[in-house]
């Protein structure tokens, strides 16, 4: 599969819905039901609610969020995307992904707004703070540093000794790929799409949250890193920044941040229309998914490993396809994107074009 090979998607679908001129304020967007056929259900983990308690009171200690950005992060429900992703783990690991979910809001809420010097700044402090988790924090340093550091301190309790090893470089993965994005940003820089997937792999902040799938097991570094299981930890991310640039980009539109989008990409690279950009998206989606199940089902056993080792190796790339799921389930049950209406947008696939704000 190539991407050269979807640059000209102009193909109609029935579903389809316009109303007024592609791209101008009230255009009908049809939202293409990605997963319409993807075999993992939606489910979620058993310890959610005390756990979101736990976790939303703990994010709050800090005080980190203008009134306005609490009501914010308070619709998001990020503890629920958390209990989806993961609904297998017990209490312990549910608190802990509960936590880095919350983490995750923090680092992207202040880095959204940060020039490259202020997002490299924010980098450090996180990574510091992983690396060096029991080292009293410096006195005026950014709140994430402190908040990564309590995050990563109750892992550390629960996490398997291979879990942690790989889990620091993973954080650096993620957050690199944030700080590069805020240079894309001050440069105005739009990227192609064979640069933009390899630079949302990164932002999308799934590295970091696979590496919590495996919290209680103790599989082999190169089991994890052998070519079929991190393409299909690729595929994964792909469907789940397409998912999540197809929910976003009206809300990015409007506000005028909507360059670090899929949608935006493929506009400006293939010269599509709004309508066109969404059907590109959809119709390359339904070929990654279709991908990601032959590889899913034709996943290597590894002889010389135990088959305890085995199994937990599948059950880490099920755990692919629960963060999948949970990623679309939770763009709509969640008010991220949708507000209110989002379990409405799930059945009809159907939003107005917002206006752009005035800056």
Same mark, same amino acid.
């Given at each position: 599969?190539?991407?050269?090979?979807?640059?000209?998607? #102009?193909?109609?679908?029935?579903?389809?819905?316009? =109303?007024?001129?592609?791209?101008?304020?009230?255009?009908?967007?049809?939202?293409?039901?990605?997963?319409? &056929?993807?075999?993992?259900?939606?489910?979620?983990?058993?310890?959610?609610?005390?756990?979101?308690?736990?976790?939303? %009171?703990?994010?709050?200690?800090?005080?980190?969020?203008?009134?306005?950005?609490?009501?914010?992060?308070?619709?998001?429900?990020?503890?629920?995307?958390?209990?989806? @992703?993961?609904?297998?783990?017990?209490?312990?690991?549910?608190?802990?992904?509960?936590?880095?979910?919350?983490?995750?809001?923090?680092?992207?809420?202040?880095?959204? #707004?940060?020039?490259?010097?202020? %997002?490299?700044? =924010? %980098?450090?402090?996180?990574?510091?703070?992983? #690396?060096?988790?029991?080292?009293?924090?410096?006195?005026?340093?950014?709140?994430?540093?402190?908040?990564?550091?309590?995050?990563?301190?109750?892992?550390?309790?629960? @996490?398997?000794?291979?879990?942690?090893?790989?889990?620091?470089?993973?954080?650096?993965?993620?957050?690199?790929?944030?700080?590069?994005?805020?240079?894309?940003?001050?440069?105005?820089?739009?990227?192609?799409?064979?640069?933009?997937?390899?630079?949302?792999?990164?932002?999308?902040?799934?590295?970091?949250?696979?590496?919590?799938?495996?919290?209680?097991?103790?599989?082999?570094?190169?089991?994890?890193?052998?070519?079929?299981?991190?393409?299909?930890?690729?595929? @994964?991310?792909?469907?789940?920044?397409?998912?999540?640039?197809?929910?976003?980009?009206?809300?990015? =539109?409007?506000?005028?941040?909507?360059?670090?989008?899929?949608?935006?990409?493929?506009?400006?690279?293939?010269?599509?229309?709004?309508?066109?950009?969404?059907?590109?998206?959809?119709?390359? &989606?339904?070929?990654?998914?279709?991908?990601?199940?032959?590889?899913?089902?034709?996943?290597?056993?590894?002889?010389?490993?135990?088959? @305890?080792?085995?199994?937990?190796?599948?059950?880490?790339?099920?755990?692919?396809?629960?963060?999948?799921?949970?990623?679309?389930?939770?763009?709509?049950?969640?008010?991220?994107?949708?507000?209110?209406?989002?379990?409405?947008?799930?059945?009809?696939?159907?939003?107005?074009?917002?206006?752009?704000?005035?800056?």
């Amino acid at each position: 599969m190539t991407i050269s090979s979807y640059t000209d998607p #102009r193909r109609n679908r029935a579903d389809v819905q316009t =109303q007024g001129l592609d791209g101008q304020p009230g255009t009908l967007i049809y939202i293409p039901d990605t997963l319409a &056929h993807f075999p993992w259900p939606r489910s979620v983990n058993p310890h959610f609610e005390e756990c979101k308690a736990e976790s939303d %009171a703990w994010i709050r200690s800090f005080r980190v969020f203008s009134p306005k950005a609490q009501k914010a992060f308070d619709r998001c429900d990020f503890s629920l995307l958390a209990a989806m @992703a993961y609904p297998r783990l017990d209490k312990a690991g549910c608190r802990v992904v509960c936590d880095v979910m919350n983490l995750f809001f923090v680092i992207d809420d202040e880095s959204d #707004r940060a020039d490259e010097y202020e %997002a490299r700044y =924010q %980098a450090d402090c996180v990574m510091d703070a992983l #690396r060096n988790p029991y080292n009293p924090r410096p006195v005026g340093e950014w709140a994430g540093g402190r908040i990564t550091q309590e995050f990563w301190q109750r892992a550390l309790k629960t @996490a398997t000794p291979s879990c942690q090893k790989r889990y620091v470089d993973l954080f650096q993965y993620y957050m690199d790929g944030v700080v590069q994005q805020a240079i894309d940003r001050d440069q105005q820089h739009i990227r192609d799409v064979e640069t933009y997937f390899a630079l949302r792999r990164q932002t999308i902040g799934t590295a970091p949250s696979y590496g919590l799938l495996d919290m209680h097991f103790n599989i082999p570094d190169y089991m994890i890193q052998h070519p079929h299981v991190q393409h299909m930890s690729d595929l @994964a991310t792909d469907m789940i920044s397409m998912c999540n640039d197809l929910y976003s980009y009206n809300k990015e =539109q409007a506000t005028g941040e909507a360059d670090h989008n899929l949608i935006t990409v493929v506009m400006h690279q293939f010269g599509l229309t709004l309508h066109e950009a969404y059907e590109w998206v959809g119709s390359y &989606h339904d070929d990654v998914l279709e991908e990601f199940i032959d590889l899913y089902e034709t996943l290597p056993w590894f002889p010389n490993e135990s088959e @305890a080792t085995n199994q937990e190796l599948r059950e880490y790339v099920n755990g692919l396809g629960d963060w999948v799921r949970a990623n679309e389930r939770w763009s709509f049950e969640g008010g991220r994107y949708f507000g209110d209406k989002g379990m409405e947008v799930l059945k009809s696939r159907i939003v107005a074009l917002l206006p752009q704000k005035v800056r």
